[in-house]
């Protein structure tokens, strides 16, 4: 797990965690209460990586947390997006999703008639990334494109 420490400066110099401009500011996420503050995760964008770090934020004004629990120095952690399923509740009588959704990766090139056609379709992404490198060399002079492909399958009768 790649790290890296601010200083409590460098970190208030960012604008981490309430005064991020709104180009470096990615999230700012509940991660958990206790008696006195809430835990609250705060990611941004500094030298071209996305970090995170943990602060407390007290629950009522009475509280004295200071420097967001933090000490001289902040500990972030390197992150980067994932897509991961969650379980949401829904109304007992709406739809529900049969099976997770999944992703295909489709390459297409732009023929002169001006459509796009589908070349290759992969279900992983690195194989993907191939035949659209292998295309581009292939059809220098035509537009090429990778399209990602969400497909959902959602029961919408129990008959």
């Not at 732009?110 to 060399?137: C, I, K, T, V």
């Amino acid at each position: 797990m790649k790290t890296r420490t601010f200083t409590i400066e460098e970190i208030r110099a960012l604008g981490v965690p309430h005064d991020l401009p709104q180009h470096v500011a990615v999230a700012d996420v509940h991660v958990s209460n206790g008696r006195w503050a809430e835990t609250r995760r705060c990611i941004f964008q500094h030298d071209d990586a996305f970090w995170a770090v943990d602060y407390d934020r007290p629950l009522t004004e009475h509280q004295d947390i200071v420097d967001h629990g933090w000490g001289r120095c902040v500990v972030a952690t390197r992150v980067v997006p994932a897509r991961v399923p969650i379980t949401t509740w829904v109304p007992a009588d709406a739809g529900v999703e049969a099976a997770p959704a999944v992703d295909a990766w489709i390459v297409e090139v732009r023929h002169p008639a001006g459509r796009f056609r589908f070349s290759y379709r992969d279900d992983e992404y690195d194989l993907a990334q191939e035949r659209l490198g292998d295309r581009q060399r292939r059809h220098p002079d035509a537009e090429v494109r990778l399209v990602r492909m969400t497909i959902t399958y959602t029961v919408v009768s129990a008959d």
